[in-house]
């Protein structure tokens, strides 16, 4: 199987949309605590979102630009559909703010549901057609070591900050194979620090069942305590 430059971040971003998306719609917006959990997952959402919207522009659309310029441009300019949904959800989200009644609180908090849900669905599709369209270019024009190097390219641009924040949803997002195999590659590749800090995200944010097992795939079936 060919290296897939998309899966973990995707997985990631996926998890972070479905979780978003099921607390904005459980939120009573007239309850100024579950409004407020609300509003901050869906910034965190269109942060991260943000981010990651701009590590393609610069390094995954650019290594397809020099072979088909005007499918770089197709995604480019849903780039830019997808900032203005986000765009959108920021304007309603101020206005939450400034709101006294209770029924203005739920009228536009039903707004921000419908907002979101319309950001998350373009958001799936999106990324669906970047793991097939730009992969199979990719996979065309690039091999997996060429890939690799540009993965890590885009790791090194990474904030720390980031990295935690997208490590800990890549470990709710993807399965137990998955999982396994990228400590693996970091044990063997990074430095202990790495691998450490990887082990202990993957420790807090895993249910014990998962993490147990991970830990004796990690280990080779050896007894552990």
Known sequence: MRFNIFNQIHKALRALLYDAALTVQQTNFANAEEAETALEKIKSVLGIFD?????EDHFVLP??????????????????????????????????????????????????????????????????????????????????????????????????????????????????????????AVQKNAPEVVFSCLFSIAEKELPYDRFRKILEDLTEGAMVA
């Open 51 to 55: 981010k990651h919207a701009d590590h």
């Open 63 to 184: 290594a397809i630009h020099q072979y088909e310029p005007s499918l770089v441009d197709s995604f480019e300019q849903e780039h830019v559909e997808d900032h203005q949904l986000a765009e959108n959800l920021r304007i309603l989200m101020a206005g939450f703010a400034n709101i006294g009644t209770t029924e203005a609180k739920l009228l536009t908090g039903h707004s921000i549901l419908h907002s979101f849900i319309a950001f998350m669905s373009f958001n799936l599709d999106h990324m669906a057609k970047e793991e097939t369209v730009l992969n199979e270019r990719l996979w065309r024009y690039y091999s997996d070591a060429e890939l690799l190097e540009l993965n890590e390219k885009i790791v090194a641009a990474i904030e720390p900050e980031e990295m935690a924040f997208t490590a800990a949803w890549m470990m709710k997002g993807m399965n137990n194979a998955e999982i396994t195999g990228w400590l693996k």
